[in-house]
């Protein structure tokens, strides 16, 4: 069986520190957000809002293929102007660069969770925590000659020993010179 196999357990064992890797980032990140939460969210200049979105980060999800090749999700759409009867699903906030900073999910004008992006060499990586800072999820995309390499999207649950992982989701992306390829 395919479950006994010793590829098998080579590929859970490898999946298995990933988690434990991701874990470990996030639970850092997550005490620096604690600490400078409003001094990150003074750091943005510009803020954009969405309707429609369901999917990890809404519009400005980095997955190439989960809404298109997937599907059953959806980015949503940026809103060029905030009305009363806007149905806003996300907040993005922007630094100076036009970085995005941070990912509010919305329900009924409330914020459910927040991502928080920080940039480490090749690496960003985004940490959704809830209104108690309790980590909710860790993304991490590799950047390769400026273009994304590997999406990962690490759901965890909290338990007695911290978090343990619910799901996770990677994606490998190959390019010719065409572009995306696989």
Do not use: M
Not at 56 to 64: A, E
Not at 82 to 96: E, P, Q
Not at 137 to 149: D, G, R, T, Y
Request: overall charge negative; glycine content about 6%.
């Amino acid at each position: 069986l395919w479950r006994e196999s010793k590829e098998y357990q080579s590929l859970c064992s490898k999946r298995r520190t990933d988690c434990e890797r991701l874990i470990s980032i996030g639970k850092e990140l997550v005490q620096l957000i604690r600490d400078r939460d409003s001094e990150i969210r003074s750091n943005a200049v510009k803020v954009e809002y969405a309707t429609g979105g369901d999917i990890h980060r809404g519009f400005y999800c980095p997955s190439p293929v989960l809404d298109i090749i997937i599907g059953n999700v959806h980015r949503g759409r940026i809103l060029k102007r905030l009305t009363a009867l806007s149905k806003v699903s996300h907040r993005f906030g922007f630094d100076a660069s036009d970085r995005l900073i941070y990912s509010e999910t919305l329900d009924y004008g409330e914020v459910i969770s927040t991502e928080y992006l920080f940039i480490r060499d090749n690496y960003r990586f985004g940490i959704t925590i809830n209104s108690e800072y309790t980590l909710e999820s860790i993304s991490e995309e590799v950047f390769e000659n400026q273009k994304l390499a590997r999406y990962s999207l690490l759901a965890v649950c909290p338990d007695q020993d911290g978090y343990f992982c619910s799901n996770l989701h990677v994606e490998t992306y190959l390019y010719d010179a065409c572009g995306l390829k696989s």
